[in-house]
């Protein structure tokens, strides 16, 4: 265990235990897992295999199941993003695990609760983006991978099971700080993301996204999110 004195955000805090792996030069790969992740027994020597037979897939995703509904997919992989509705799309979400031998897909980056790291490419690449706190770390890698003329990929034999809200909170237990300072980064790290790689939809992205959350809060009555919204948006204008 590696204390780091302070909560550090995902990007930081995962960075800690990979900048003590990468000065050991012991290792090819690293696995990042979120912390409400449980993995199947073949997960791993899966993950290795794949790796071996595809070296240009410089980061690869897991086909992440339902930790209490085992047979139901939550990720396969990665996530579709669409920038202009700054939405992402998880895929096969809800889909049978049984019937996963059946499916192609494509998609833009590795979802962050497993990702399986080629070493070479990171140290090519750099550590995760520290300028995120949370959200928006995984798809800002893929994106940085990518322009290296590296690829990603889905080891569908690799399983793993999230329960998910462990760190961002559950509504239906009412974690209201949790699910407030969650809307705050997500908010934040979701124009951060768009002036970083999308510029250019930035000025549509500020006006669209208030709009477009602010509907939806008033549709939930989720007055208390209306806060953390504004500090967001506060906070990227003016800092």
Not at 4 to 19: D, E, I, P
């Amino acid at each position: 265990m590696i204390q780091t004195g302070a909560n550090l955000g995902f990007a930081g805090g995962n960075n800690v235990g990979v900048r003590y792996a990468l000065l050991t030069r012991r290792y090819k790969y690293l696995w990042l897992l979120n912390n409400d992740i449980a993995v199947d027994s073949k997960a791993l020597t899966n993950l290795y295999k794949y790796a071996i037979n595809h070296p240009n897939m410089a980061l690869l995703g897991s086909t992440v199941i339902d930790y209490y509904q085992r047979d139901t997919i939550q990720c396969a992989g990665g996530c579709r993003y669409f920038p202009i509705f700054t939405v992402f799309k998880p895929m096969l979400a809800g889909q049978s695990v049984d019937k996963i031998e059946q499916y192609q897909i494509k998609f833009d980056y590795v979802y962050g609760a497993a990702m399986f790291f080629q070493v070479n490419a990171m140290r090519k690449v750099g550590l995760l983006n520290e300028e995120y706190f949370l959200f928006y770390e995984e798809l800002d890698y893929c994106k940085r991978l990518k322009k290296q003329g590296y690829t990603i990929g889905w080891c569908r034999d690799s399983l793993v099971y999230h329960k998910g809200s462990a760190t961002i909170g559950n509504v239906s237990k009412d974690d209201v700080d949790k699910l407030s300072q969650a809307n705050y980064y997500e908010n934040l790290s979701t124009l951060k993301y768009t002036a970083n790689f999308h510029r250019y939809l930035l000025p549509l992205v500020l006006i669209s996204r208030f709009l477009g959350k602010s509907l939806v809060l008033i549709k939930r009555r989720d007055f208390y999110l209306f806060k953390p919204l504004f500090m967001a948006y506060r906070d990227f204008i003016f800092k």
